[in-house]
């Protein structure tokens, strides 16, 4: 009697078990013959290799492409996104610098954006390395990427020393910064890549069939909904530069960056926007710089700017006066700098509604009805590490408060709940 009923539990257990199987293989089924019906593979692509991963494969190979023969697709307006048939897709891509082995850490950062943003636009993914990336890097970030996914190649001459720098002095500062425990200081793979968001991803081929870019960097954190198309907001509002926390710069790693950009301006004139944000990045007129940046591991901007006359020559004096090796100039400032004294100031706009973390910091919007109505999962609990619990865009070491100030913009509600007291 009670071995019969052993049996039976097992035959019950079987039974579920095979019809559980019968149902998932059979939406996969359902899945795939939706994707035939409707042709618009992209806007499935992302939820099929995240979910059922054996069937990214077959959908991969058409999409991914090397640097060079990249266009931005054509319109696909798609009722099941809840676009409106007047939609207008932007000339724009999401740009990411990356390694091989951060493969994990940018797919994390994808899945955010993807889900947050990216699953109704279908904008197109640049991917830049200086070394090539592996077969697998690109089968399994072209499986999570809902528009197309370009792989670029970083030339040498983008990532590398220019004749004019010698290279025992470079690396006598490096040694000394070590010394110094200055972060980064003795790291030269990161001063090639501050050098090399300065002066050339805008230069990549994979780049050049777009206008607009968001820089997406690995581990990122996306906490809200965006619930509007970033790139045609920068269009429709003439905005070129974008960011979400802007803070004040390490001077150990700058010193002579400012004295520089002041030669600058002194011989370019012509490149100094009459109606510039001067004052957001000095506090006296000019004669010294107040550290102020925009973190550029976010940005949304417009890469004809970075390709303009003006800013080709700022960044080939300031190459040319060497801080990128004999400091540490990051691309953080350098890009601040220009866009505050080269752009016109109502180009530049700060993205309230973005959640967003890169470590360790967060921005995220402070009143409460836009949290709700964008889903935010801004952290503010104990559960979470001390450096991912608080919204760092009205505290002490935020230039925030300054953007609003000296941009005559009215502070979000709530703010005042989120300062150091
Ligand atoms: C996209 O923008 C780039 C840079 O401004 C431009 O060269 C290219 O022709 C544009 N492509 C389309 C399809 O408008």
Redesign the pocket.
């Known amino acids: 009697m009670v071995r019969g009923l052993r049996v039976l539990r097992y035959v019950v257990v079987a039974v579920t078990l095979l019809l559980i199987i019968y149902k998932v293989s059979n939406k996969d089924v359902d899945l795939s013959e939706y994707t035939k019906k409707f042709g618009n593979v992209n806007s499935l692509r992302g939820t099929t290799g995240g979910l059922h991963g054996g069937k990214a494969e077959e959908d991969v190979s058409a999409p991914a492409t090397t640097a060079g023969n990249s ?2 697709a054509p319109a696909q307006p798609n009722a099941a996104d809840g676009l409106a048939s007047t939609y207008e897709r932007q ?1 724009a891509t999401f740009v990411t610098l990356a390694r091989n082995q951060d493969l994990w850490a940018v797919v994390g950062s994808i899945r955010e954006v993807e889900d947050r943003y990216n699953h109704k636009y279908h904008y197109d993914w640049v991917f830049l390395n200086d070394a090539e990336f592996t077969e697998e890097f690109k089968t399994i970030v072209s499986s999570f990427v809902s528009g197309k996914a370009v792989f670029g190649h970083i030339p040498p001459e983008h990532w590398s020393y220019p004749d004019w720098i010698d290279q025992e002095k470079a690396a006598l500062v490096r040694e000394e910064m070590n010394e110094k425990k200055i972060i980064y200081g003795f790291s030269e793979p990161y001063r090639h890549m501050c050098r090399f968001e300065s002066g050339f991803f805008w230069r990549n081929p994979a780049l ?4 607009y870019y968001w820089r997406v960097e690995p581990h990122i954190k996306l906490f809200c909904d965006i619930d509007y198309d970033l790139f045609a907001f920068m269009k429709n509002n003439k905005k070129s530069y974008g960011f979400t926390i802007s803070l004040y710069e390490y001077e150990a790693t700058i010193e002579t960056l400012w004295k520089t950009v002041k030669g600058f301006m002194a011989e370019y004139p012509q490149h100094i926007h009459p109606n510039n944000a001067l004052n957001f990045i000095s506090d006296d007129g000019g004669e010294t710089y107040n550290l102020c940046h925009f973190w550029s591991n976010f940005e949304v901007g417009d ?2 700017f970075w390709r303009s006359d003006a800013y080709r020559a700022f960044f080939d004096y300031l190459d040319k006066a060497g801080g990128f090796f004999y400091e540490r100039w990051g691309d953080a400032p350098v890009h601040s700098i220009a866009a505050a004294l080269l752009m016109d100031r109502s180009e530049l706009h700060y993205f309230n509604d973005v959640g967003y973390w890169h470590v360790p910091f967060q921005n995220c919007p402070v009143d409460e009805e836009t949290r709700r109505r964008l889903h935010c999962t801004c952290p503010s609990d104990d559960s979470l590490p001390p450096d991912q619990r608080n919204i760092f865009t009205w505290r002490g070491y935020s230039c925030t408060p300054r953007f609003h100030k000296v941009q005559g913009l009215e502070r979000p509600k709530g703010w005042i709940e989120h300062t150091d007291k």
Request: charged share 35%; no cysteine.
């Open positions: 266009s931005p000339n050049d069939a777009y206008k890469l004809d």
